[in-house]
């Protein structure tokens, strides 16, 4: 999310020079009766259609559950939101405070941007549950006011007292009368511009999907008109100018690459432009609406060919704007026990960023799927290649930043990675579930909070500290739990603040992606690529993956053909693992990375079972050399062990099975996403 680094400097600095205190849990704006004028007044009906599916109880070996992740996920996004703001985020949780707080400011529009919308309503068609589910219609209300007379997003900053605090990617702010200021003029009232647009496509996509109302496909197209309008074409690309706009905005001196407006490097990540390509790839696959396919299709030239972002071989550009306090690098490093040098950090040309770079081409390997661009699928594959060696591929630490000796990771990374492996392997273009399995059940997994009284103690460690006008200290624990940290580290949850829940936004998706892929069914084929517990329509999968190698599949549906990834550290062809159906010997013919069981009838029970890896291996993480014990692709130990928030305390996997009842849910139409 924007401006991370720069944020922990001054946001507290800027939030004590203005702070009203709040008393116990209740905000001092509460007695604003605070209500937030959206740049529309009068939006079109809807309603959201329950969430149908098959409910039932059921027994799993205690392993890591998507679903159950999927629940806690669905608390954290519904959680962290303002009952007294429209259900705004507080965007950011620092549990290294005394109380520990939740934070408003500029950022909470990652609520947008980051996808939580988008996440709430997959989410919920995965688990079907209705926890708090109040907020889903207020945000959906939310975002169709904010849709201006240009068809495109504005955030309101008139009334919400922490609206302007830490804006990022909105200087300069293009007026009505050609001239230009920041978003810190409280004249500035709506403000629009491409850091605020990604995944608001998306979002209104899946609701679409659910209800059919036409008011989500009419939204978009008018957003996609509206963005087409305001992009400076240069033939075979297109920008979108630097910055913020008001409603009505001119540019002042034309709009081309030459006059300074164009966004590079980070600013063309982060900042906007290349995000937008995702969204614009998702409708054109629903719809084949052209200009979508347009817009992106320059926007990934103007991408690859002319931002300065990647490099001919995809690799990421490690552009002027991230350097910006490159000493604040070394220094962060060297805390941690790493020996990077200025110098080091100023000579470097690749790296930077890891999530803005990664989202890219996240949104690039949608549209080359959507298009059939298999050119552009091999460039991201490589790109894919490149950044999965810049952190730890055993465990799926990628650094927040990628330069020497990191010590942290930001969830938004790990999840993006997650997303790249299952779609370059959906899509056929590498096999990568592989990667995928390592990285969901040891950083990814870790990341999630699942138990918060370590909160506390961490903040009682730390002086007492006022809460100011823009935050809560109101169950700051309870509401987090399903979040993603943001900066973890190879042992420890948080090696500083908390949560930037961007990190949330784009984890909880990709606990979809993760779930979407673990099996594939059709009348053909039921497929399992991923040993992960899942119910499904056609069968459910019992995983005791790292308990004991062994897999359990109960079909709900006949069918002809049955085959079973089997896990890394078994060889193709390998005699070991052994098939039961029904108690009975089946024998296993192997095809590639799988095992094909053959046919088998509904309610039928097929028992995989094969020997577990099990060793000791020896990681760098950031600049700390770690032994890890390690189960199947499963780390159950780490020394040395965090101290705070202590990452992979798994001996419970040295035991037998550990059996646990969950609530499944079968939908009864799953999202393609
Ligand atoms: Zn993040």
Redo the contacts with the bound molecule.
């Keep these: 999310?924007v401006r991370?680094r720069q944020f922990i400097q001054d946001s507290f600095m800027a939030a004590a020079g203005t702070a009203l205190l709040s008393s116990h849990g209740i905000p001092a704006y509460a007695a604003d009766n605070l209500v937030i004028q959206y740049i529309r007044e009068k939006i079109p009906a809807f309603e959201i259609p329950p969430y149908r599916g098959e409910r039932y109880k059921d027994q799993v070996p205690d392993t890591l559950d998507i679903a159950e992740r999927a629940l806690l996920g669905i608390n954290c996004l519904t959680g962290i939101t303002d009952p007294l703001a429209d259900r705004e985020i507080f965007w950011f949780a620092d549990f290294h405070r005394n109380p520990p707080v939740m934070v408003h400011d500029f950022s909470d529009w990652?609520q947008n941007v980051?996808g939580m919308m988008e996440s709430l309503t997959l989410l919920r068609a995965l688990t079907g549950s209705d926890l708090n589910s109040n907020v889903d219609k207020i945000w959906m209300e939310t975002l169709l006011k904010s849709i201006g007379p240009d068809g495109l997003v504005y955030v309101p900053l008139g009334e919400r007292p922490w609206g302007r605090l830490n804006h990022a990617w909105m200087t300069p702010v293009w007026r009505a009368n050609g001239t230009t200021t920041d978003a810190s003029d409280k004249t500035v009232a709506q403000l629009t511009g491409p850091a605020l647009w990604p995944r608001s496509i998306s979002a209104m996509i899946i609701y679409y999907l659910r209800d059919s109302n036409p008011i989500w496909t009419q939204a978009i197209e008018k957003m996609i008109e509206g963005m087409s309008a305001l992009a400076s074409d240069e033939g075979d690309y297109i920008f979108f100018p630097a910055g913020g706009y008001e409603p009505n905005k001119k540019f002042t001196g034309g709009l081309t690459a030459d006059n300074q407006l164009m966004p590079t490097g980070y600013l063309a990540l982060d900042g906007g432009n290349i995000r937008v390509i995702q969204g614009l790839a998702q409708y054109y696959r629903l719809s084949g609406y052209e200009p979508a396919k347009t817009l992106a299709g320059k926007l990934v030239n103007f991408a690859r060919f002319h931002a300065d972002a990647y490099d001919r071989d995809g690799r990421f550009r490690f552009s002027a704007y991230e350097k910006i306090g490159p000493e604040w690098f070394v220094e962060y490093s060297h805390a941690h026990g790493g020996q990077v040098t200025l110098e080091q950090i100023k000579g470097q040309t690749l790296g930077g960023h890891f999530?803005s770079h990664a989202v890219g081409i996240l949104g690039m390997i949608d549209y080359a799927a959507a298009v059939g661009d298999r050119e552009l699928l091999d460039w991201c594959k490589a790109s894919y290649e490149w950044a999965r060696m810049q952190g730890n591929s055993l465990t799926g630490f990628f650094p927040?930043y990628i330069v020497p000796s990191y010590p942290s990771c930001?969830?938004?990374?790990v999840?993006d990675m997650i997303a790249i492996a299952a779609k370059l392997s959906q899509t056929g273009a590498g096999d990568y579930w592989d990667d995928l399995d390592h990285w969901v059940r040891n950083q990814f997994a870790e990341n999630q909070l699942t138990k918060e009284p370590w909160i506390y103690h961490l903040a009682e460690s730390s002086p007492e500290k006022p809460v100011a006008y823009n935050e809560t200290d109101h169950q700051v624990g309870k509401r987090n739990l399903g979040g993603?940290a943001?900066w973890a580290s190879g042992n420890e949850w948080s090696l500083k603040n908390g949560i930037?829940?961007?990190?949330?936004?784009?984890?909880t998706r990709a606990l979809y992606y993760v779930w979407e892929n673990i099996v594939d069914g059709t009348n053909q084929e039921f497929r399992v690529n991923l040993l992960l517990n899942r119910a499904s329509a056609w069968a459910d999968v019992y995983s005791f993956i790292p308990y004991e190698g062994r897999v359990r599949i109960k079909m709900k549906k006949s069918c002809p053909r049955v085959v079973v990834r089997m896990p890394e550290w078994l060889k193709s062809g390998s005699s070991e693992p052994v098939c039961k159906v029904n108690g009975g010997p089946r024998a296993l013919t192997w095809e590639g990375r799988y095992v094909v069981v053959g046919s088998a009838e509904s309610g039928e029970t097929i028992d995989l079972a094969f020997p577990i890896a099990t060793g000791t291996v020896a990681e760098t993480v950031g600049a700390v050399r770690y032994t890890m014990e390690v189960r199947g692709n499963t780390v159950i130990s780490i020394d040395p062990g965090g101290r705070t928030g202590p990452l992979y305390e798994r001996s419970y996997y040295r035991q037998p099975t550990r059996w646990v009842t969950v609530n499944r849910f079968v939908t009864e139409r799953e999202i393609v996403w």
């Design positions: 999310m991370r990652c980051e999530h927040e930001e969830s938004c990374g999840a993603f943001g930037m829940h961007c990190c949330t936004g784009n984890s």
